[in-house]
Antibody
């Protein structure tokens, strides 16, 4: 059974930093690209970032480029999101999602962790 | 606003059929990127409902169906049930933004 559990969310002041983690089990983590998607209060889903299976390729939404860094530790089956220079508009539930190989969609998601910038 | 356009809300009586539209542009759906659909209940993990425009993952009832044409796509729910009350999101890839794009979501209410 695939399990994806996010952690690390919390309350942070504007300009502050936070590091999110996503612990994964139930599939061969090091063979799949992984992504972060967020949902601001009362808003829809917004893609944030993605990292390839081998960690060399990373991509970001313009809204977080230069402030957020995605990374992964394949030995620990864990995905990370380092968030710096946080803004009020970064307040959201952050979900990690597994990308389906060969397609541009996400087949498994975690339940999310709440980040509040205030 | 979202790159993909969805109606904010829809409603239907149990047993009815509802259809959710998703309109994109020449840099996403119209560029031949597939459309995917997710069902999301607040406080839970989003669930993949339809992938590759019209394919259902194992375990998704055949009451859910998807289609795509030109720069738009749609998700149909037939035989609406109370458990279908949720938010539904379409998603594709955009080669102008070089990223994944979502619709703003459609809240389906079962009357």
């Amino acid at each position: 059974e695939v399990q994806m559990v996010e952690s690390g969310g919390g309350l942070v002041q504007p300009g502050g930093s936070l590091r999110l983690s996503c612990a994964v089990s139930g599939f061969t983590f090091n063979t799949y690209a992984m992504s972060w998607v967020r949902q601001a209060p009362g808003k829809g889903l917004e893609w944030v970032s993605i990292i390839g299976a081998s960690t060399t390729n990373t991509y970001y939404a313009d809204s977080v480029k230069g402030r957020f860094t995605i990374s992964r530790d394949n030995s620990r089956n864990t995905l990370y999101l380092q968030m710096n220079s946080l803004r009020a508009e970064d307040t959201a539930i952050y979900y990690c999602a597994k990308k389906y190989s060969g397609s541009y969609h996400f087949d498994f998601w975690g339940r999310g962790t709440l980040v509040t910038v205030s | 606003q979202s790159v993909l356009t969805q109606p904010p809300s829809l409603s239907g009586a149990p047993g009815q059929r509802v259809t959710i539209s998703c309109t994109g542009s020449s840099s996403n759906i119209g560029a031949d990127y597939d459309v995917h659909w997710y069902q999301h209940l607040p406080g839970t993990a989003p669930k993949l409902l339809i992938f590759g425009n019209s394919n259902r993952p194992s375990g998704v009832p055949d009451r859910f169906s998807g289609s795509k044409s030109a720069t738009s796509a749609s998700l149909a729910i037939s035989g609406l049930q109370a458990e279908d009350e949720a938010d539904y999101y379409c998603q594709s890839y955009d080669n102008s933004l070089n990223g994944y794009v979502f619709g703003a979501g459609t809240k389906v209410t079962v009357l």
